[in-house]
Structures are given as structure tokens and as C-alpha cells.
T-cell receptor, first 113, second 114 residues
Framework: GENVEQHPSTLSVQEGDSAVIKCTYS??????FPWYKQELGKRPQLIID?????GEKKDQRIAVTLNKTAKHFSLHITETQPEDSAVYFC????????????FGAGTTVTVRA | DGGITQSPKYLFRKEGQNVTLSCEQN?????MYWYRQDPGQGLRLIYY???????QKGDIAEGYSVSREKKESFPLTVTSAQKNPTAFYLC?????????????FGPGTRLTVL
């Protein structure tokens, strides 16, 4: 099955700086890559996703890039703010006909004021 | 997210006991999922159900059982056969049974074995 590795496991950044989280996947057939954010004590929520026919997607201060050849995708958060402190999970699936999301282990992001 | 509820929030189990975790959704979603969350291991799929009266094993189904008698409900039973059940359990649902549908999560149940 699909194996998703996520790095780093923890990330501390100064407020206003950028944060980058990288994930690699094993199954070249995977074509859907969402990112979920889980704030302390709360449930995970989708923040952005990308499909394999797109190389980059942006939504305000967050962006995701995908390199299909290298089988990795990354989350970029610019101008970090204290409310960006959370655990971020990447995931991968084989697309509409695949019921299952394979999640990475998560990255704990701490934004220092 | 208020459309998915889980109960109880905290659950304590003695050795050898079976316990059942509740998951209810009023989003009219077809598919429902159970995940286990352990520190440093992300979310691991236990069971999923695409339609009523049908469910499939995920990656770590051993020691767990589920039922899907109603569209709105997908309870998870942690049996005594589950050797290390202490974890945070998350239920999720999707509008369809597609891998590209957004997963909406419940607030979770933290299970502790005494």
C-alpha cells in the first residue's frame, strides 16, 4: 500500500517567517494530496489539497507544491502567525476510486512570538 | 464540523473489557471512517464504511469491530483482543466514498486502559 513520510516532525519558526513541511509518497499512482491542520485539542480540518495535474496551488498564506517525478509534495506557510501553531498532516490517495487516505506522521509547528 | 459527534470524550477501560465508541453524523454523508491517532504515527485507518450494512477493514482492524446499521451511525467496539488500545480515536465522514472527498472529523475519544 501507499507509504507517506513526513518531515520534519517538529518545526519552530519565528513569527513572520516561513514554514515548509515536506512529504514523500511511495505509490506513483497516487494523484490526490490533501493537507490537514489539527490545532491543540481540536479535530483535523482540511486546509488545502492538490491533484496530480497541478504543480502548485495557493490559498492566501499557504501553498502546496507537487513534484510527481520525485514523488514529493510540500506545504509552505508564509508570514507565519501564532494561530498557525498546530499539527499538520499530509496525506495521499489514489484518487476518486480509492476510498483510503494514507496519512503522514504529522509535523508539530510552533510559531514563536 | 458540528455535524459529526463522538462520545464519550474520555473513556477508561479495564483489562479484558470491551468498550464501544459512538460516532454520529447528520451531514447525510455516505461514507464513514475510524482512525486511531498515536503520538508520532499520524492517523491510521481502522475500519471504513461506504454504505449502510457494509464495512471494510483498514490497516489496523485487529481487535476492533464496527457496525453500520444506520447511515448516521458508525460505532466502534474496542475488544479485549486489542493489545494496546490506549489512544485517541477519530471518526470521520465523507459525502461520498471517493478518496478525493474532504474528510470531516469528529472531536475524538481518548481511550485509556487502566
Amino acid at each position: 500500500g501507499e507509504n507517506v513520510e513526513q518531515h520534519p516532525s517538529t518545526l519552530s519558526v519565528q513569527e513572520g517567517d516561513s514554514a515548509v513541511i515536506k512529504c514523500t509518497y511511495s505509490d506513483s499512482a497516487s494523484n490526490y494530496f490533501p493537507w490537514y491542520k489539527q490545532e491543540l485539542g481540536k479535530r483535523p480540518q482540511l486546509i488545502i489539497d492538490i491533484r496530480s495535474n497541478v504543480g502548485e496551488k495557493k490559498d492566501q498564506r499557504i501553498a502546496v507544491t507537487l513534484n510527481k517525478t520525485a514523488k514529493h509534495f510540500s506545504l509552505h506557510i508564509t508570514e507565519t502567525q501564532p494561530e498557525d501553531s498546530a499539527v499538520y498532516f499530509c496525506a495521499a490517495s489514489l484518487g476518486p476510486n480509492d476510498y483510503k487516505l494514507s496519512f503522514g506522521a504529522g509535523t508539530t509547528v510552533t510559531v514563536r512570538a | 464540523d458540528g455535524g459529526i459527534t463522538q462520545s464519550p470524550k474520555y473513556l477508561f477501560r479495564k483489562e479484558g473489557q470491551n468498550v464501544t465508541l459512538s460516532c454520529e453524523q447528520n451531514l447525510n454523508h455516505d461514507a464513514m471512517y475510524w482512525y486511531r491517532q498515536d503520538p508520532g504515527q499520524g492517523l491510521r485507518l481502522i475500519y471504513y464504511s461506504q454504505i449502510v450494512n457494509d464495512f471494510q477493514k483498514g490497516d489496523i482492524a485487529e481487535g476492533y469491530s464496527v457496525s453500520r446499521e444506520k447511515k448516521e451511525s458508525f460505532p466502534l467496539t474496542v475488544t479485549s483482543a486489542q493489545k494496546n488500545p490506549t489512544a485517541f480515536y477519530l471518526c470521520a465522514s465523507t459525502i461520498g466514498a471517493s478518496g478525493t472527498d474532504t474528510q470531516y472529523f469528529g472531536p475524538g475519544t481518548r481511550l485509556t486502559v487502566l
